[in-house]
């Protein structure tokens, strides 16, 4: 049987709001505490302890669903979903069934080239359950981690592709940090992902029967296993199979989905309203309030640093990538008031170290401050470009003043009235290369350039004494 | 033997502030009544007497210090299910036996606050699912006025102790009549608090949209001052109501003057007992002559009250109950997998009703069914909400039996849950309504057994229960009659 499959994805995306306290009680939601030390009767589910809403997780609720474009619920509930698990401690979440509160909306991603939007169709929210670990002999459970607010957001079948399930991942999570909602740390299992998928004959009315890979926590772990998953079930429909309904999991070393279970025995969850919670009714005012405060997203940012800043297109999207390099690019043009230098330092040298240090921007020593410092050295010339890059060093590492880095280490660059005469000597001592520049021979010119920086020991900046035996010389 | 046990808590904090007792003389009656009477009652699951003496001694020394809070040193008994801190709280049931609550309820953290001594955990059924405490997994709790028959339940243990003058006062809870017909059963004072004012924080949790605590006494007086001391919104319960709480003591005062009580005949089911109607009959004569107009008022969706209630109380119950599994407190019972873990666990915990109502209310929110029976209960709680309404833009309360009959002996209905289940018909729809309810005692049948008056009030309206009570209760003298147990006069 000849046909094209194509697959149709969605993926559950599963995102820990960064409240500083739980969904339910008061306790810390801080990550890597020691097992079961943020922990009450109320997220233990202690006989009589009963659940109060954290406002603070409506509030970065509603932030996110305004963020993409979602409608929201003046008036929403909260429902338990029974099923017996050692690390849920009611054996029921609270989570919301039929009235999220976030409807619709939807994320613009682009893959080679081609726009798209991916549509939602919801966003709730709800408790995250415990950690369980397995050793040698039985099992444990921390419940540091239950009852930390959790917005599940979930996608139209609208995914066509790994990459763009990838494309659709990397988006949120900087629309998400930009609203500062999540800590967005993948590590630390802020954001987990459910990928549900199908594949069906091109053009058909009706989607194939889908699989789902549970608890993804990497993006480009989604992206591989997605692949793969979507080559099993075509590959399994080619030879004449059947694709069943399961839940299936990913196994990262071995690069392949394995069955969980069949969907077949799965849970009848009994939905019903929490009669220990009261619906949440919101207001248009307050709803519009949060919207006033909202934060300035990427596309709207990149699109000011191009008209007001001048900065190319280019620049512009790798400098918002990141929301926290972007907010330190502003806090730098703010001090020094150049923004294409600032852009050259940030996406040149700065990337290099984040990259090769693996570490991120917080993790620095680097301020605004020093940074504009250095901005203005360079452009005063008091450093030529090997100075600069070992100041950016310093400042990266250690931090400290720029200026005083320069004399200490011996990289400010002598001033013209001292390089002028080295000048002259040079050209003096040097009439063949001088008579080959003039005739024509541009590579004569770095020889001469060479001999300058030698007579100053280093300490003259390459480009301006370029410059000026070019223009001595008459040369172009 | 000292009779300090005799008094009623109002009578008991006069002595303690005028000197003529301390708290400590009061545990002291306390424990020597409980040991002339709780072999044959069963009425406690257990007493700390060493505790309950250090917490008297502490409140002595509060007074000696000018201290002068509402209850200073009277001792409280506490239904098995609500949370004292270091103290056990099984709920009656073979698998919280193990467990020690971590913490203290709101309402007794306001208890402790106001000077009360938390001594002695009561006699229930398991998680408040019956109604005759034959449920409890310690072995019933018996009726003081006959030990052969039932004491009434859940809140059993509270009722006996209370009548049999073996606590002062006691915490019950009433998710659908468990403080009320068990008053009305051994002849004391129960009072249901309208749902929301009094939080739930720290009520081990049956059905959270039915569940209120409330409290046992000897006095219409008592259960307004109980009332007055843990009453008001907490922020640990988002049921709970953000209303003033108003002067229970003064609202009983005014007498039944131009005040119109509703008298609906939908209580009167089939097959009441006679001795139970006549009684309650004259009671309601008693408050015309004490001035009230007496009205007839229809209430026409009563007769459904029990259906919607056993469906609404099971659903919530399934699923607060599932916490119990062993993981992390309680009779754990090992199974090899967490699976078999909480499977074995609840095999061996639970009893045999507690198992019914699980299966019976995961049965009803289960996929395909949901409809037909939760969705169906909610909406005829909503119209029993309506009857009421309606009544109350009539009348100021409505008076009412509280059970169809009196106690009846051990055993009779405890192979027939589904006759057990229909005695609650009076007191399910105050319930179901959200309403508070009030059950003071109103003669004998004609086998000696106590029989009370039901005594409703809207949402929120304690202060006409008060009112009707203690003016009702002033004029008569059932509630001065003791059952003859352990010696008493
Ligand atoms: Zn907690």
Known sequence: MKQDLVPTVGLETHVQLNTQSKIWCACSTAFGCPPNTNVCPVCLGYPGALPVLNEEAIRKTVISG?????????????????????????????????????????????????????????????????????????????????????????????IASPEEAFAYLVALKQILSYGDVSGCNLEQGNMRCDVNSSVAPRGSDTLGVKTEIKNMNTFKGVRDALAHEIKRQIREVKGGGVIRQETRRWDDLAGQTASMRAKEYAHDYRYFPDPDLMPIVLTTEQV????????????????????????????????????????????????????????????GELMRLL?????????????????????????????????????????????????????VEDLVVEAEDVIAPLIEQVIQEHSGPVADFKSGKAAALQFLVGQVMRLSRGKANPQAVSEELARKLGGK | ??????????????????????????????????????????????????D?????????????????????????????????????????????????????????????????????????????????????????????????????????GS?????????????????????????????????KPSYGRISRFGLTAYASSLDQIGSLSKSVADAATMLQVMAGWDERDSTSLDLEVPDYAAAMQQD???????????????????????????????????????????????????????????????????????????????????????????????????KRRIILGTYVLSSGYYDAYYLRAQKV??????????????????????????????????????????????TVPVNLAGLCGLSVPCGFTSEDMPVGLQIIGPAMGEEMLFRVGHQYEQATDWHTRRPGIGGAA
């Open chain 1, 66 to 158: 305004l963020l993409l474009e979602c409608e929201i619920n003046l008036r929403s509930k909260h429902d338990r979903k029974s099923y017996f698990y050692p690390d849920m401690p009611k054996n029921y979440q609270i989570t919301q069934f039929d009235q999220p509160l976030c409807l619709g909306g939807g994320v613009d991603i682009e893959v080679d080239g081609v726009k798209k939007r991916i549509r939602l169709n919801r966003i709730h929210l709800e408790e995250d359950v415990g950690k369980n670990t397995h050793y040698d002999h039985g099992s444990g459970v921390d419940y540091n981690r239950a009852g930390t607010p959790l917005m599940e957001i979930v996608t139209e079948p609208d």
């Open chain 1, 288 to 347: 519009d309030a949060i919207r006033a405060s909202l934060p300035e997203l990427p596309a709207a940012r990149r699109a000011r640093y191009v008209s007001d800043l001048g900065l190319p297109e280019y620049d512009a999207g790798v400098l918002v990538a990141d929301k926290a390099v972007a907010d330190f690019f502003e806090a730098t043009v703010d001090i020094s008031g150049d923004a294409k230098t600032c852009s050259n330092f940030i996406m």
């Open chain 1, 355 to 407: 990259n090769e240090r693996e570490v991120e921007l917080v993790d620095t020593k680097l301020t605004p401050e020093s940074l504009a410092g250095l901005v203005m050295l360079s452009n005063a010339k008091k450093v030529n470009n090997q100075g600069a890059k070992a100041i950016f060093e310093k400042i990266f590492d250690q931090g400290g003043d720029p200026e005083a880095i320069a004399q």
């Open chain 2, 1 to 50: 033997m000292s009779d300090l046990h005799l008094l009623t808590v109002t009578e008991l904090v006069a002595r303690l502030t005028s000197g003529a007792c301390s708290s400590v003389d009061a545990v002291q009656a306390l424990i020597a009544r409980k040991q002339a009477t709780d072999g044959e009652l069963h009425a406690y699951i257990s007493l700390d007497e060493a």
């Open chain 2, 52 to 156: 309950a003496l250090a917490q008297a001694q502490v409140a002595d020394a509060r007074r000696a210090g000018g201290d002068s809070a509402p209850l200073l040193g009277v001792p409280v008994g506490v239904k098995d299910l609500i949370n004292v801190k270091g103290q056990p709280c099984s709920c009656g049931s073979k698998l919280l036996r193990p467990y020690t609550s971590p913490y203290d309820a709101t309402a007794v953290a306001r208890l402790r606050e106001a000077g009360a001594v938390l001594c002695g955990r009561l006699n229930m059924d398991e998680f408040g699912m019956g109604s005759s405490n034959e449920n409890s997994s310690y072995g019933p709790a018996y009726n003081p006025w006959d030990t052969a028959r039932v004491p009434g339940g859940s809140s059993g």
């Open chain 2, 159 to 191: 009722a006996a102790a209370v009548a049999a003058e073996s606590a002062f006062v006691c915490l019950g809870s009433d998710t659908g009549g468990s403080i009320r017909q068990p008053a009305s059963f051994c002849g004391c004072v129960g009072l």
């Open chain 2, 256 to 354: 039944l003057t131009g005040l119109k009580l509703g008298f609906p005949q939908a209580f009167f089911v089939e097959g009441i007992d006679p001795d139970v109607a006549d009684a309650v009959n004259a009671a309601v004569e008693h408050c015309r002559e004490l001035g009230a107009e007496i009205i007839d008022v229809q209430m026409p969706h009563i007769k459904y009250a029990v259906a919607a209630y056993y469906v609404v109380a099971t659903a919530e119950a399934s699923t607060n109950l599932a916490r119990f599994d062993g993981v992390r407190y309680g009779d754990r019972r090992e199974g090899g997998n967490p699976e078999q873990l909480a499977s074995c666990t609840r095999a061996a915990g639970f009893g045999m009703e507690v």
């Open chain 2, 381 to 426: 709680r909503s119209l029993i909400r309506k009857d009421f309404e309606q009544a109350f833009a009539q009348c100021d309360a409505i008076l009412s039996p509280v059970a169809p009959t009196a106690a009846y002996p051990q055993g009779a209905k405890l192979a027939d849950p589904l006759q057990m289940y229909l005695g609650d018909i009076c």
